[in-house]
């Protein structure tokens, strides 16, 4: 006597219920609070603001905390979430020029106007584990100096002014950005959308990409000609009202590569583009965004495509995490239907290739 | 903190209007795949988020709505659709498919058939039938729009010279009103013929790669094949366990680890009408149902 | 000047009247030639019927440019009206419009100063919404195509009286073409690029 399997709604009622439990762990453990994960796991709140497309920090902790550490899974709560909410208009183009700037440095000029400025970084932390962080450390205050008046212009502006790089694309205010949260997605893409799509991209696909381009896979000689962590002001123009009306202030980061450079006979030689823009602190994340955007241009720079970077449809279609997590996992879903269709097909094909094989040799086989 | 609130069937009016613009374009174009912007939906990309986009679109407190996958209303991801719908929209649900105004599947048209006053909404993996042999959509695209489908022709011909058949047992290819190759989504074949002059309405959603495309009632579709080995439907030859039915898709199930099996009308709702009319079969037990509302 | 107070409501209920006039729409696209009624109560701008002006508030937005004949934009009221409860532009050019809004179909300018789409984007088209006469009452017409039974027929007064015959264009433009709902009260009737007439006698 057999009886078909039933019962799936408590066993989903009854996994939450665990996973909400798994979820918190021991209790003699304290609770982990949203501010505590914001202040002290902030790389992680500006990672999944960033691929989340959501500036909120306290929504990006809760999801870190619900989504049990899992980033993907954090950014995917956070875009979810952003589906749903309204669209008032699009703010105007932030100046990263006048970044109030808390890192900045240049690995093409030894000093540019305005500093080096080292500011909050692991580079030159000896990766050591450090047992004192362990518990109940009390780091040492700041070093404190003045703060400086200099303007702190693009490294690429100061090229630019030579002419020595492309020139930035002039956006044209008759033209809208594209959004391809709200258009479909079709080939040839403009380069607003490549940048969208590259900024809501996987962190360690764009990183993968970046480094086969240094490796050879579609070369572009790059330079970091500069990298600058800090706080911009948002500005969004209501239409009623008619002037800029100012937001607030957003972390942001900011790089910019100088790459190979290209000419013609009519044409003087310069070097091109690469740019990388992200929520928060995310600099391995910019560099890689700016590595990929170059290699997207090879098409626009009558490069030849070769490389898994320079093909802008590869690029795009692989490379946004919720998607591609999805897809992988829904191999996890019932396939009863379709495997039961195959198996019936391959257990004929294998009847009657054992029929024709222990067929005599005179008759032709299944051809 | 900005508390979320949601809108009835979830999503938002703007995403709605763009949805049903894309719809009633698929209507009008028979089997031609509308690029759509996608949202995404509080489930994962390959879980069914075009279906239920499609679903949310069109759904209305007036509605009866159904969720199978792989034909079971119990399996937990149709579950898990219909306790979203009942909860985002607070409409009636059923597992009757003849109760039903919206039927949302995934790998399964019903075995009942369907009328006129339903519709069938098909959550679809991969769109593009021709995906698996050129993955570039520049090239498929153009493909559609010469009506070129002889790479098609050629694959399945290969499977013809290498396996002596047609090596496609699910995703069957489609012609759609004599004029576009459509993916079916992933149903055995068994069910291909289901969709040609249909009485019901079949709209389908490809979430992750958004796209909407539709078959109208009373369109005809026709599965690809050769005049020489013409399209076989297929289900294994033997009459359902339980119900005894012997002309429905049948699941496999394992019974022991020693090679026996039995096999189960993979359409519970279907199954489970004919026992409850006295339909038995060699292994039948009494019915023993979870209904989801009442 | 009408300011925002005058100008005729839209939607009491925005979500559910939106639901169920999208039904009827898109019962009446995928079975052509039947007439669907739209039950949703609006204000209405005085060019425009019950169903027209439904249809406008159910799928018109900013991301669908309009465009509005010469009896639709008479007054400035449509345009207002659309711009206040839709947000959808109005444009002067009808060959990249979403949807053209027809209120004296006899002086339906020629179809191919609207959009047919491309071969590899078909849906890129104008679909053209037109204001009849009667879709109860007048001459029989016999339909067949995707989504008809065998045969639909449809008892209308419809302008131009050649509609069908400039529809032809559908047929040999495929996949590219033109969508079109007729309108007449709280009546709709769609003429998708599918539908072909059934000669007289066949």
Known sequence: MYVAVKGGERAIENAHR????ERRGDRDVPEVSLSQISEQLSLGVDRVMTEGSLYDRELAALAIKQARGDMIEAIFLVRAFRATLPRFGATEPVDT????????????????????????????????LDPQLAEGFSPEAPALGEASTAATPRVTDILGRDGLIEPSPVADAGTPVGDLTREPLSFPADRDLRLQNLARADEGFLLALGYS????????????????????????????????????????????????????????????????????????KTMSMALVDRSLHARDLGEEVTAPAQDEEFVMSHSDNVQATGFVEHLKLPHYVDFQSELGLLRKLRKEFSEATEAPPMQEAAE | MNAPTYNFAYLDEQTKRMIRRAILKAIAIPGYQVPFASREMPMPYGWGTGGVQVTAAILGPEDVLKVIDQGSD??????????????????????????????????????????????LVYQVPIPEPLRFLEPRETETRRMHALGEYGLMHVKLYEDIARFGHIATAYAYPVKVNARYVMDPSPTPKFDNPKMDNCPALQLFGAGREKRIYAIPPHTNVVSLDFEDHPFTRYRFDAPCALCGAD???????????????????????????????????????????????G | MTTVAELPAGFADKVLSAQSTFRSVMDAMARPGT???????????????RGTAAFALTLFDHDTPIWLDERMSETSEVTKWLKFHTSAPVIADSAVSSFALIGHPRELASLDRFAFGSNEYPDRSTTLILQVESLTQGPAIGL?????????????????????ERLEVNVSLFPRGIDVVLVHDDAIVAIPRTTRLVPRGG
């Open chain 2, 247 to 293: 002309d429905s898709y049948l699941d496999e199930i394992v019974t022991d680890d020693k090679g026996s099996r039995m096999f189960v009308c993979s359409d519970t709702d279907y199954c489970e009408s004919r026992q409850l009319a006295g339909h038995r079969g060699s292994e039948s037990a009494a019915p023993h149902k979870e209904r989801a509302h």
């Open chain 3, 144 to 164: 067949r195509g995707p989504g008809i039974d065998g045969q639909a027929i449809l008892q209308a007064m419809i302008q131009p009286p050649d509609l069908f």
């Open chain 1, 97 to 128: 020029g006048a970044m109030r700037v808390r890192r900045r440095i240049s690995s093409t000029f030894k000093d540019v106007p305005g500093g080096q400025i080292l500011g909050p970084t692991f580079d030159y932390t000896h990766r050591l």
């Open chain 3, 35 to 49: 007439v669907q009624r739209i039950t949703a109560v609006a204000g209405t701008p005085a060019a425009m019927m």
């Open chain 1, 213 to 284: 381009s240094q490796r050879g896979y579609g070369r572009n000689h790059p330079f970091a000609g500069e990298i600058r962590f800090g706080e911009v002001e948002v500005e969004f123009v209501a239409e009623d009202a008619g002037f800029a009306v100012p937001l607030g202030a957003i972390a942001m980061t900011e790089c910019q590569m100088v790459n190979q450079f290209k000419g013609s006979a009519t044409e003087a030689p310069c070097f091109t583009r690469g740019y990388g823009l992200a929520f928060g602190q995310s600099e391995r």
């Open chain 2, 74 to 119: 119990d399996t937990t991801n149709a579950i898990s659709i219909r306790k979203f719908f009942g909860k985002t929209a607070g409409v009636a649900t059923t597992t009757a498919t003849s109760d039903a105004t919206v039927i949302q599947t995934r790998h399964r048209i019903p075995e009942a058939a369907l009328h006129g006053g339903q519709i």
């Open chain 1, 18 to 21: 665990l996973l909400a439990h």
